[in-house]
Structure formats: C-alpha cells, structure tokens
T-cell receptor, first 112, second 112 residues
C-alpha cells in the first residue's frame, strides 16, 4: 500500500531563511506527487505537482520540489521564506491508483 | 461556478446520532473524495468515488458510508456518531487522478 511520510512536524524560521521540507513515499511504481498548502482557516491549495519529465518542478510563490526516484523523495524548497508563508504544508502521492494519500503535514511558522 | 460545496459548515452531534454531510460539485468531475483532518494527523482518506455508481474505501472507512447516485453529489453518512469522529471533514473532486484536487470549505463536526 502506498504511504507518505513527512518527518518535519513543526518548522520555525526567520524571514529570508531557506526552507526544505522532507517528503518520502513508499510505492514501487509510477507516482504522481503533489505539495499542497493550507493557510490558517482555509482549505488546501495546490503548490506544485510532478507527473513526469524534469524532476525539478517549480510551483507558485517561489516554491520548488525535486523528485529523486532512488530516494523515494519529493522535498519542497524555497530559497527565502516570507512571513506570509506561515501555513501547513502537505505532501501527497497517487501511486497509479485512484487514491490520493496525504502525509501528516508540516506546520511552518515564519517570524519577521 | 460554485466548485465544491459542502454543507453544513458546523454541526454538533450527540453520541449515537446519525447525520449526512453533503457534498456537491458543478464541474462534472468524475473523481470525488472524502477526507477527515485531525491535528497532527494530516488528511486521511475515508471514501472515494471514480464515477457515478462506484465507490471504494479509503484509509479510514469504519463508521462511515457513502453513495454516488449522480456525478454531482457524494454524501457522507455517519450512522452512529462517536467522539472519535470529531474532526473537520473535507470533500474534494478532480477530473482525473493526475489533476489537482478542488476542495470544499469543510465541515467541522463535534460529537459529544
């Protein structure tokens, strides 16, 4: 069965710091990978997605993620965070099934 | 274009009561999902549907039932509410499995 692990549960950064959030999945076949963001009081919104092709994908608001197949990873990065990036971030995987499985989320707090 | 509409927004139930969470989408999406979101646990898939007349269990289906008689509607039924079902419930839809999910605004359910 497919599963998703996000090892960073709570990350605290100052503005302008660099961000990397880990995401690992377990599934041996072809995968579709997603990062979603949930701002306080709102529902989830798509940040970026990977289906095939260039393993480095760029999303909205300066976020990017790199798919490393050999490591079963899809880490999210941003070179310089802003206070407005304070939110919860969810990695999700669809491994050639109809189910989209989410990780437990990483809460990011950015202080000015 | 309303997108995904969930009702009610809030509900308090007593243990043993039943209720139906409504979800409707006007985008003609085949795929619909029900998730529950609990603090620190991320989103857990309850049930999903790949089209009218077809439903399947997700990660945490116990205590819930669904039906999909039309493409637009995907109600979630709680037959005997339990405190463990206190959560925020999100309905989502997508046209295909490699498309981003469109989420509803959620239903906050408390069972006491």
């Amino acid at each position: 069965a497919q599963s998703v692990s996000q090892h960073n549960h709570h990350v605290i950064l100052s503005e302008a710091a660099s961000l990397e959030l880990g995401c690992n999945y377990s599934y041996g076949g072809t995968v579709n990978l997603f990062w979603y963001v949930q701002y306080p009081g709102q529902h989830l919104q798509l940040l970026l997605k990977y289906f095939s092709g260039d393993p480095l994908v760029k999303g909205i608001k300066g976020f990017e993620a790199e798919f490393i197949k050999s490591k079963f990873s899809f880490n999210l990065r941003k070179p310089s965070v802003q206070w407005s990036d304070t939110a919860e971030y969810f990695c999700a995987v669809n491994g050639n099934t109809d189910k989209l499985i989410f990780g437990t989320g990483t809460r990011l707090q950015v202080f000015p | 274009n309303a997108g995904v509409t969930q009702t009610p927004k809030f509900r308090i139930l007593k243990i043993g009561q039943s209720m139906t969470l409504q979800c409707t989408q006007d985008m003609n999406h085949n795929y619909m999902y029900w998730y529950r979101q609990d603090p620190g646990m991320g989103l857990k898939l309850i049930y999903y549907s790949v089209g009218a007349g077809i439903t399947d269990k997700g990660e945490v289906p116990n205590g819930y039932n669904v039906s999909r008689s039309t493409t637009e509607d995907f109600p979630l039924r709680l037959e005997l509410a339990a405190p463990s079902q206190t959560s925020v419930y999100f309905c989502a839809s997508s046209p295909t499995t490699d498309s981003p999910l469109h989420f509803g605004n959620g239903t906050r359910l408390t069972v006491t």
